[in-house]
């Protein structure tokens, strides 16, 4: 992005100058970037209707799953519609103040993800470890509890960034301490919770004495695992990679790849989504 510095009186705007030059391939980005959004809005959109009206799915794996999907809409609704509209009208400047709002919106997306699949990791760790107490320690109140500071939490830390990105001088000092104090508390944190969530895991699930109680128990953990290793490895590649040819299609994939394949994980890999699909279906010809 370049700043545009001609009339210091309007507001600052800037040219989002990696699409610029795919100007030839403008219609094949639309459609494509048309595409995977409409893919992305429905299929978790029917994943939270699905958990909203299946009372089966009414546990606390499901409302966390609920609240992911609806992290994966936010998350794409905050750079895809800007691209889809570049794409449509060739117009590559952007406001400041859109700028702001995007770079607010995408940093929570990805704080409130990270929270999200930590609380993910610690419902399956109670859910093999301690199943005969699963339902008193996984209460509503606690799930609603660890829901909202995934949220809350996420907010206040991402306010306080774009605060000081606003607000940005050549003293950066602040700025990159915040940064540093933020990635512990979103990135390394988060990742160690759900690390040992899951060795805990994996010892007691070799505890058990037959192969198919061993798969039947680790399986359950089996779309979450997915996801994690998916939105994990999706970043640790992006941030890894020092190509500015393959960065727009990185960026593009980190921003994609886990919202579109959310839905499709936890639903062919899940034998309750594929049997609350399975009834609402009938229910719907039943009363027709």
């Not at 639309?30 to 299946?54: D, F, K, P, R, S």
């Amino acid at each position: 992005m370049g700043g545009d510095g001609s009339n210091i009186t309007s507001e600052p705007r800037f040219f989002i100058f990696a699409f610029s030059t795919f100007e030839n391939q403008r219609l094949i980005i639309l459609t494509v970037v048309l595409l995977v959004y409409l893919i992305i809005l429905t299929g978790n959109l029917l994943i939270i209707a699905l958990i909203c009206l299946e009372p089966r799915l009414h546990t606390p794996m499901y409302f966390f799953l609920c609240n992911l999907s609806t992290l994966d809409i936010m998350y794409v609704s905050t750079t895809l519609p800007k691209l889809i509209y570049v794409c449509h009208t060739g117009d590559h400047v952007m406001s400041y103040t859109s700028c702001m709002t995007q770079l607010y919106f995408f940093c929570a997306s990805g704080s409130i993800e990270s929270y999200l699949l930590t609380s993910m990791a610690i419902d399956r760790y109670v859910a093999v470890c301690f199943p005969l107490r699963y339902s008193l320690i996984m209460s509503k109140k606690v799930c609603v509890l660890l829901a909202f500071t995934a949220w809350f939490m996420s907010m206040i830390n991402v306010s306080i960034l774009t605060y000081l990105v606003h607000n940005l001088t050549y003293d950066t000092y602040s700025l990159k301490t915040t940064i540093a104090v933020a990635s512990v508390y979103i990135g390394a944190i988060p990742s160690c919770l759900v690390m040992a969530s899951y060795v805990r895991i994996i010892y007691t699930v070799l505890k058990i004495k037959s192969s198919a109680g061993r798969w039947k128990t680790f399986s359950s953990c089996s779309s979450h695992i997915t996801i994690v290793v998916l939105c994990y490895g999706c970043g640790t590649i992006f941030y890894l990679s020092q190509s500015h040819e393959n960065e727009i299609i990185l960026s593009f994939m980190f921003v994609t790849l886990v919202p579109i394949l959310n839905p499709l994980v936890f639903s062919l890999r899940n034998r309750d989504i594929t049997q609350a699909i399975r009834r609402q279906i009938e229910r719907r010809i039943t009363s027709q």
